[in-house]
């Protein structure tokens, strides 16, 4: 592991516990943590970055996505196929990604998510509403499989920023979820997707696992914290904390985009 200072390793396992607390509520704790490491790690290579975010991502996911499957608001069986659908769009997308110029498509995703902002704000009640009762039916379990799972996966492993909080919103669209149950799901998917590359990761042998599981700790104590205040607080509290990570993320893409250097 790499030189680190005791100030620097504070301020890295503050991020995750927050990181994991946005990731349990509604995803998106990337745009925290993922910044935070290329600051708090200087002068290693981007791969071990990334590989040392899903080691500690994965271990707050799945706190949450234990809690919310205890609660009972999780079709596990229907989470794993969209997960495991997530993961092999994932690696299609990853396969793609070196012919793909991200200064290209950073103003796209921003399009959709002006768009996905435009619209949770003018239709309040979405994601707010009681959601469908019983399991999700075969069609849109199917269509779970090729939205949010496939599809969402492709774009996580071509670019990434926001997969998170576009798997809520398309859970909701296509299983009829409530945010809340839909943030619920999404963490068995993102359980999933982030196991999957953590391996490759690990195979690659760009994981640093001491300050991994220094870290892990803290964003598991964020994850178990935002998932019960999720609970605890419901759908509009989630529908917030959406809002409020759609515009970070625009602002993180626009900041990309024209000004850093």
């Known amino acids: 592991m790499p030189d680190i200072s005791m100030t620097a390793i504070v301020l890295l396992c503050l991020a995750a516990a927050a990181a994991g607390w946005i990731d349990a509520v ?9 910044p935070a490491l290329l600051v708090g790690v200087p002068g290693v290579q981007p791969a071990y970055v990334l590989g040392t975010n899903k080691a500690v991502s994965v271990v707050g996911t799945t706190a949450a996505a234990f809690t919310y499957v205890r609660k009972g608001l999780v079709d596990v069986r229907a989470a794993v196929r969209i997960g495991i659908a997530a993961a092999l769009g994932s690696l299609a997308g990853a396969f793609f990604a070196a012919g793909i110029d991200s200064a290209v498509l950073r103003p796209l995703i921003m399009v959709v998510l002006l768009a996905v902002l435009a619209f949770v704000l003018l239709r309040p009640s979405f994601g707010t509403a009681p959601g469908a009762v019983g399991p999700p039916t ?8 090729l939205i949010a799972g496939a ?3 492709f774009y996580d492993g071509l670019i990434g920023p926001g997969t998170g909080t576009f798997l809520v919103i398309a859970l909701v669209a296509t299983l009829q979820l409530d945010l809340v149950t839909a943030s619920a799901t999404s963490k068995v998917v993102n359980v999933c997707t982030n196991l999957g590359a953590l391996v490759t990761f690990a195979h690659q042998g760009t994981v640093l696992w001491r300050l991994a599981a220094l870290m892990a700790v803290f964003n598991l104590a964020g994850g178990t914290i935002g998932a019960r205040m999720a609970l605890k607080r419901g759908s509009g509290f989630v529908r917030a904390v959406l809002v409020v990570v759609v ?3 625009v602002c993180k893409l626009a900041y990309d985009q024209w000004l850093a250097g």
Do not use: K, M, T, Y
């Open 247 to 249: 515009v970070s993320l």
């Open 138 to 145: 075969r069609a849109r379990v199917i269509a779970g499989i």
């Open 26 to 34: 509604v995803g998106g704790g990337g745009l925290l943590q993922l």
């Open 151 to 153: 599809g969402i996966g």
